[in-house]
């Protein structure tokens, strides 16, 4: 796919908006996702769960099976939903202050990836503005947003999209948190967030977390026509920095092939099972 500048800027855009219908009933294996042809994709996650490894799968059944599993799952849930949200609201209105700031003073530079940035140096008065207007997050999310937003403010340089979404040919569909430049380098952005120390849970879920990052990859280059090659999986912690993963080059290229691998192995099973 080749696009002008406009075109590319264009297409971006297009993916901020959530493009499909979610559909909740149709399929008792979980949701899905439906084109205005009647197109089915299944999210990205629902694919890798369906295909982790046995041991994953039995440790997280274990997991389930503790006491106060169920409650500890929803605070999980919670404290991560309001980290994102947290992370967004910065995201926003720094882009939406760089923006007005950049159009007013006619700073836009193109790159040859069709992509618009302002000067770095107007991102980072842009993402200071935001963190000083932005509201404290609740008691469960706060270290974890307080870590992450420092993050932010520290290594993104330029901000072209927050919270797109992406379907491919190939039959997923899902969202990313964000397309950023970090110190320079265009990349595709995953939050998450543990209270287990880094390595104890890159040993568990970090392959699942690359080839997350490389679905949102090819899913964007199949919707924009834009190439990315470095995927950022951010995890956010109680106390102290993110532990940050770049997976760029031949390992994202990898990440990218052990995706499209188990997503044949996903739609191969519920076509053996139907």
Request: proline content about 3%; charged content about 25%.
């Amino acid at each position: 796919m080749v696009l002008t500048v406009a075109g590319t800027q264009n297409a971006l855009a297009g993916l901020r908006r959530w493009q499909l219908e979610r559909d909740d009933e149709s399929d008792p294996g979980g949701r899905i996702y439906k084109d205005s042809a009647g197109t089915i994709y299944h999210s990205v996650t629902r694919i890798l769960s369906a295909t982790a490894p046995e041991q994953q799968q039995e440790a997280l059944r274990k997991w389930l099976e503790r006491p106060n599993s169920e409650g500890d799952r929803a605070l999980a849930a919670e404290r991560g939903t309001l980290m994102h949200s947290h992370a967004e609201y910065l995201l926003k209105t720094a882009n939406k202050l760089v923006r007005n700031t950049a159009n007013r003073r006619g700073l836009w530079r193109t790159g040859t990836d069709g992509l618009e940035r302002a000067p770095k140096a107007i991102t980072a008065w842009g993402l200071e503005k935001a963190i000083q207007g932005a509201p404290s997050p609740s008691w469960s999310a706060s270290g974890y947003a307080r870590g992450l937003r420092h993050w932010i403010a520290q290594n993104i340089t330029a901000i072209h999209a927050v919270e797109f979404s992406v379907h491919s040919q190939h039959g997923f569909a899902g969202s990313a948190d964000g397309l950023l430049d970090i110190a320079g380098t265009l990349s595709v952005v995953d939050w998450k967030s543990t209270k287990k120390s880094a390595h104890a849970c890159m040993d568990t879920v970090l392959e699942g977390y690359r080839c997350q990052a490389a679905a949102y990859v090819l899913g964007l280059k199949e919707r924009t026509g834009i190439e990315v090659d470095q995927a950022a999986i951010v995890l956010a912690r109680r106390t102290g920095a993110p532990s940050v993963t770049l997976v760029r080059g031949q390992e994202l290229r990898d990440a990218e092939q052990r995706f499209l691998e188990r997503c044949s192995r996903y739609f191969s099973d519920i076509c053996s099972t139907a």
